[in-house]
């Protein structure tokens, strides 16, 4: 199988995640991102015997649907979060799922002692800030001829949550969480990738900024959405105060927007969407 270069230990190589997930929240409350990932799925036309790498695997679901499709080949999932790990290890064991591995690794330092087919990775590289670093990684894993298939958030993503997150983070009630935040997520554009990719040693297929909407059931469904993923803010706040304040931030998003005529709460979402192949 896909061994990483042997540690003593399963820990992260590069600097610790900045966000503590929970990974059972995740799983249960990522039904958007698994639209998008079966999306994804679906353009990287699988013999069934290829090697594959997710990248930000997450809670472990959709690398597992990957090794599913792929009865002959393998797939290794690698995330920074040791909770996320521990969650994809045991939800999907080596006992029924043999050719399906996880490990802790920062995507910034992807590293391998052997090559794959393809590079995959899904609502997960915009969480992080080095995508020169990711592309080299990837590179240096590829088989010459490999592909790289990847939808992270773009530029202009979420941006209608920023107009609604903005203006609560400076009122006197929270502004003290959020002082001298840096933006944790990174949403490039396709200019940056047409730099980057041919640097990296990457042939371009496909590179756009594709629009997706969102949806979510009512106010609550985007309450939980900002709970189990929007934690580089929510976790700023002390845990006492956060249901105060993501019921804030939802009012703001839900004025302005409100639930349409079968309750469903909107937002516009920009995805970065990258198919290349290694040269
Ligand atoms: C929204 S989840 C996406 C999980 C999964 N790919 C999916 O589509 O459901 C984002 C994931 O990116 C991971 N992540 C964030 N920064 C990372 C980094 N520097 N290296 C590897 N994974 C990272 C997080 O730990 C998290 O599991």
Request: aromatic share 12%.
């Amino acid at each position: 199988m896909n061994r990483p270069p042997s540690k003593k230990k399963s820990a992260p190589i590069g600097l610790a995640p900045a966000a503590e997930w929970n990974a059972a929240a995740y799983a249960a409350n990522s039904v958007v991102q698994h639209t998008w990932a079966r999306e994804l799925m679906a353009r990287l036309d699988l013999r069934g015997d290829e090697h594959l790498l997710d990248v930000g695997c997450g809670d472990g679901k959709i690398t597992a649907e990957l090794a599913r499709a792929l009865p002959r080949g393998s797939v290794t999932g690698v995330d920074a979060s040791p909770q996320m790990i521990e969650f994809a290890r045991r939800a999907f064991p080596p006992a029924q799922f043999p050719r399906l591995e996880f490990h802790v690794m920062d995507a910034r330092k992807i590293k391998f002692t052997c090559w794959f087919d393809c590079v995959f990775s899904n609502a997960a590289l915009h969480w992080v800030d080095d995508h020169g670093a990711i592309l080299r990684g990837a590179a240096a894993v590829l088989k010459p001829g490999g592909r790289l298939v990847v939808s992270c958030g773009g530029k202009g993503n979420a941006h209608d949550v920023f107009l609604a997150l903005r203006p609560e983070l400076r009122l006197q009630r929270w502004r003290e969480f959020f002082r001298r935040m840096p933006m944790p997520y990174f949403f490039y554009a396709p200019g940056d990738y047409e730099k980057w990719l041919p640097a990296a040693g990457f042939k371009i297929s496909a590179l756009k900024l594709a629009p997706k909407d969102a949806t979510y059931a009512g106010a609550e469904g985007f309450a939980t959405w900002l709970r189990t993923t929007w934690i580089p803010y929510v976790q700023r706040v002390p845990e006492k105060l956060r249901e105060e304040f993501i019921a804030a931030v939802t009012q703001r998003y839900v004025a302005k927007h409100p639930p349409d005529a079968a309750g469903w709460v909107h937002v516009r979402m920009v995805r970065l969407e990258i198919d290349a192949v290694k040269v």
